[in-house]
């Protein structure tokens, strides 16, 4: 059965830091892209970064360059998310996904994780 | 990258089916057969119910299906039941660097 556990979301003020981490399990992480889709209290589904199986590939949304790295490490299945700058707009759910593929290609996340929490502020 | 655009709330009696849409661009719905589709219950995360348009997952009832017209996506709910009561929302590939957009949601109620 595969599975995505979130964890490392938390209370963090506005300019702080924090990351995110994504364990899976079930299925060949290697052969997969990931991604982070968030979800901010009340609204809808966003998009947020893509990397591809081999790190080779990797994409931002527009609302998180510069501020939010995503990165992986097959050896251990595990995809993260390092976020700084942290705005009030950053607060949402933010759900790990998976892709079906090795490029971020297929417009497809079949698999998500039960999220984790993320809250900016003062 | 702009949202997809759907109507914020649908709604029908059990048994009965319904359409919800989902417009975008030639960019994106209209550039690729690479539109998924995912129901939320509140509270919970999202579940893949269309991919590719008009695949469905294995297990998945069939009494979801998807379908695409240009620009503009539609995922069908037929036979209408209460646990379909929740939010949907669509998503495409865009290409580039932008390799999701999502729709804005609506909420399905079963009267």
């Known amino acids: 059965e595969v599975q995505l556990v979130e964890s490392g979301g938390g209370l963090v003020r506005p300019g702080g830091s924090l990351r995110l981490s994504c364990g899976g399990s079930?299925?060949?992480?290697?052969?997969?892209?990931m991604n982070w889709v968030r979800q901010s209290p009340g609204k809808g589904l966003e998009w947020v970064s893509s990397?591809?199986?081999?790190?080779?590939?990797?994409y931002y949304s527009n609302s998180v360059k510069g501020r939010f790295t995503i990165s992986r490490d097959n050896a251990k299945n595990s995809l993260y998310l390092q976020m700084n700058s942290l705005r009030v707009e950053d607060t949402a759910v933010y759900y790990c996904?998976?892709?079906?593929?090795?490029?971020?290609?297929?417009?497809?996340?079949?698999?998500w994780g039960q999220g984790t929490l993320v809250t900016v502020s003062s | 990258q702009s949202a997809l655009t759907q109507p914020a709330s649908v709604s029908g009696s059990p048994g009965q089916s319904i359409t919800i849409s989902c417009t975008g661009t030639?960019?994106?719905?209209?550039?690729?057969?690479?539109v998924s589709w995912y129901q939320q219950h509140p509270g919970k995360a999202p579940k893949l119910v269309i991919y590719?348009?008009?695949r469905r997952p294995s297990g998945l009832s069939d009494r979801f299906s998807g379908s695409k017209s240009g620009n503009t996506a539609s995922l069908t709910i037929s036979g209408l039941q209460a646990e379909d009561e929740a939010d949907y929302y669509c998503?495409?590939?865009?290409?580039?660097?932008?390799?999701?957009?999502f729709g804005t949601g609506t909420k399905v109620t079963v009267l």
């Open positions: 996904t998976r892709s079906p593929g090795t490029l971020v290609d297929t417009g497809t996340n079949d698999y």
């Open positions: 079930g299925y060949s992480f290697i052969s997969q892209s």
């Open positions: 990397i591809s199986s081999h790190s080779d590939y990797i």
């Open positions: 030639s960019s994106d719905v209209g550039n690729y057969d690479l």
């Open positions: 590719q348009v008009n």
């Open positions: 998503c495409s590939h865009v290409g580039g660097s932008t390799p999701f957009v």
